[in-house]
């Protein structure tokens, strides 16, 4: 019911910025909250920002680093990240929470985009 795009990946050396993409193309599916996640090797998947209505939320590491922003008219959620650090290297995935009608609630994941910052 809910395919996402994900886009906006890449290099970058430490200082710059990168702005990721997640477009959902979703049917019979009411979307409430859209994020990101990331995934270092060796490390636990972890919540990187959430929002959900007016409300957003961010992991310690990066808050006043990243901005997560969304448009609803395009089911479109965006990470501004800037003053990248090493340590964000990771794969990034979108992540998406509603209702399916009928039905219940339901999560989706995005196959993930590669952040590679470089000192």
């Known amino acids: 019911q809910v395919q996402l795009e994900e886009s906006g990946g890449g290099l970058v050396q430490a200082g710059r910025s990168l702005r990721l993409s997640c477009a959902a193309s979703?049917?019979?599916?009411?979307?409430?909250?859209m994020g990101w996640y990331h995934q270092a090797p060796g490390k636990q998947r972890e919540l990187v920002a959430r929002?959900?209505?007016?409300?957003?939320n961010y992991a310690d590491s990066v808050k006043g680093r990243f901005t997560i922003s969304r448009d609803n008219a395009k089911n479109t959620v965006y990470l501004q990240m800037n003053s990248l650090k090493p340590d964000d290297t990771a794969v990034y995935y979108c992540?998406?929470?509603?209702?399916?009608?009928?039905?219940?609630?339901?999560?989706?994941w995005g196959q993930g985009t590669q952040v590679t910052v470089s000192s």
């Open positions: 929002i959900s209505g007016g409300s957003t």
């Open positions: 992540n998406v929470l509603g209702w399916k009608i009928p039905g219940g609630e339901a999560e989706y």
């Open positions: 979703a049917s019979n599916f009411i979307i409430n909250a």
